[in-house]
């Protein structure tokens, strides 16, 4: 899709965007139902309790020939009544999919051919949208039962060679007071984007690492995951940022709410600063008010 006043990046501009950081995460395999997912959060009870995050979540991430893999899973603190219709709806996507900083539009159109959403991605510092590059992901709600929500986001192609994109939420109700959430994404790489991709991460990633730790230096420190498998992480974590953001809004007052999920979300990034830590908050947030104040002027 090619939205209003977006170009498609020089493959040497791309270089810089560090290869679609914001989305190379891929699913592991969706439970697609309540009962999978339920025995999925029976079965990492023991993680969920205890993890390096303080709190019950799961991230986990995999790198195979020809693409990437990532998943996060998090007991959250709503009832799926709350969370389930909240979470469904492609224009609530774009509420929750705007509070990464490389997102630079979000657009969500309703067709006889079905719904869809354009987005932009670009850098962390404010660019016109003719620098960034769009995709577009036609959205489907996969599974919609009275505890369990399955949508997913599907982008057949990407720059640089890149392919089948998906982006799947699952969520599970698990009491009266919690849910369980399954977030993952995919995509397909050839050899232009792994090359692209290495280029990102001997220059401007090079000292960016993620959750996982592979090791530990002489005095204990912990040695934490880098390379394509640090980069799917952190975008992990953002995404998971956004939805909890989202999510905390519910009960605010309109004209509030989205003041309280940029706060909220810059918040939940600076919990891991040596992973997430990018713009301060009045950065973040002059740059996402600009984003936002655009998108009404162009329509999205």
Not at 164 to 186: C, K, P, Q, T
Not at 272 to 284: K, S
Request: charged share 20%; with cysteine; net charge positive.
């Amino acid at each position: 899709m090619k939205l209003p006043g977006v170009r498609p990046p020089s493959r040497l501009r791309w270089l810089h965007v560090g290869l679609l950081c914001a989305m190379t995460l891929a699913p592991l395999a969706q439970a697609q139902d309540a009962a999978g997912l339920k025995a999925r959060h029976a079965s990492l009870r023991d993680a969920l309790a205890s993890n390096a995050f303080g709190r019950p979540l799961v991230l986990l991430s995999k790198e195979n020939a020809g693409s990437l893999k990532g998943d996060i899973y998090a007991r959250i603190d709503q009832p799926f009544s709350v969370a389930g219709p909240a979470l469904q709806g492609i224009d609530r996507w774009c509420d929750i999919l705007i509070l990464h900083l490389n997102v630079k539009r979000c657009m969500a159109t309703n067709t006889q051919a079905g719904e869809s959403l354009g987005m932009v991605i670009g850098r962390k510092f404010d660019q016109p949208l003719a620098d960034a590059y769009a995709f577009e992901f036609t959205y489907s709600v996969v599974a919609t039962k009275p505890d369990y929500l399955q949508v997913m986001l599907h982008s057949d192609e990407g720059p640089l060679g890149t392919s089948n994109y998906r982006i799947v939420l699952e969520v599970v109700g698990l009491d009266a007071g919690h849910s369980f959430l399954h977030l993952s994404y995919s995509y397909a790489h050839g050899m232009t984007a792994r090359m692209a991709m290495q280029v990102y991460l001997a220059t401007v990633g090079r000292d960016k690492v993620g959750f996982s730790v592979v090791g530990r230096h002489a005095d204990g420190q912990p040695i934490h995951v880098g390379s394509t498998r640090g980069v799917i992480e952190r975008n992990t974590m953002r995404y998971y940022l956004a939805i909890e953001a989202y999510l905390g809004s519910l009960d605010t007052p309109g004209p509030q709410q989205l003041a309280k999920r940029l706060n909220d979300w810059h918040r939940g990034v600076e919990r891991y600063p040596t992973q997430l830590h990018e713009l301060d908050l009045d950065e973040y947030l002059t740059l996402k008010r600009d984003v936002v104040q655009r998108q009404k002027v162009l329509g999205g």
